[in-house]
């Protein structure tokens, strides 16, 4: 079953733009990450926020959660075409597995 | 080492074949996962090993059988295929089941023909 809900579904943006992704969800967390997928490959965890936390930094990811509206975004600064790529959001829940939304992808063009 | 190897990276058998998916990690987590993924699609869970112990099967067809010899290795056991089974398999690792972040390995790229 599927949980999180990106939207957009697909974003095209230039280089040095940013990009910003939302999640949204519909029970109660423990807390929520952030995955980026290349094309055919396996995943690769960007970051996690605590359900006690609202907002969260690495590098040039931003990620902050709204457990009231049961939502959370994903701002990449200053894109590179690297940055290219699906990017899922995962709740994680009491007693259950990680459950992926639908993704996002994501194509910076130089 | 934050490393989850897969093998083989691609994988192309017939409906009466029996082939093995295998997922290592040397990260002493104690949790595993096996997912299958379509195209464009999110990665669907299929399997969890806690302790070593399976604990969550998510009503996966018996053709997949999982297998957790120790806690560093992690099968998949493939038998009586269909074509619709074609997908990229994951396999990923945690500290614990729950509240951790994932690591996934690379994918095995199946072809069911």
């Known amino acids: 079953s599927q949980q999180g809900e990106e939207d957009p579904q697909a974003l095209s943006i230039q280089e040095g733009e940013n990009a910003t992704m939302n999640c949204s969800y519909k029970?109660?967390?423990?807390?929520l990450q952030w995955y980026r997928q290349n094309s055919g490959r396996g995943l690769v965890h960007l970051i996690l926020?605590?359900?006690?936390?609202r907002e969260k930094h690495s590098g040039r990811l931003r990620v902050t959660l709204d457990t009231s509206k049961k939502s959370s975004s994903l701002l990449i600064t200053a894109s590179r075409a690297a940055d290219t790529a699906s990017y899922f959001c995962?709740?994680?829940?009491?007693?259950?597995?990680?459950?992926f939304g639908k993704g996002t992808t994501l194509s910076v063009s130089s | 080492d934050t490393e989850v190897t897969q093998t083989p990276k691609h994988l192309v058998m017939g409906m009466t074949n029996k082939k093995s998916l295998k997922c290592e990690q040397h990260?002493?987590?104690?949790?595993m996962y096996w997912y299958k993924q379509k195209a464009k699609k999110p990665p669907e869970l299929m399997f969890v090993?806690?302790?070593?112990?399976?604990?969550i099967n998510e009503s996966v067809p018996s053709r997949f059988s999982p297998e957790c010899p120790n806690s560093s290795l992690l099968n998949l056991h493939l038998h009586a295929l269909q074509p619709e089974d074609s997908a990229l398999y994951l396999c990923?690792?945690?500290?614990?089941?729950?509240?951790?972040?994932?690591?996934f390995g690379p994918g095995t790229r199946l072809t069911v023909t």
């Open positions: 990923a690792s945690s500290q614990v089941p729950s509240g951790y972040e994932q690591y």
């Open positions: 029970t109660s967390i423990n807390n």
């Open positions: 926020i605590r359900s006690n936390e």
């Open positions: 995962a709740t994680d829940e009491e007693g259950t597995a990680l459950i």
């Open positions: 990260m002493g987590h104690r949790a």
């Open positions: 090993y806690s302790y070593e112990k399976l604990s």
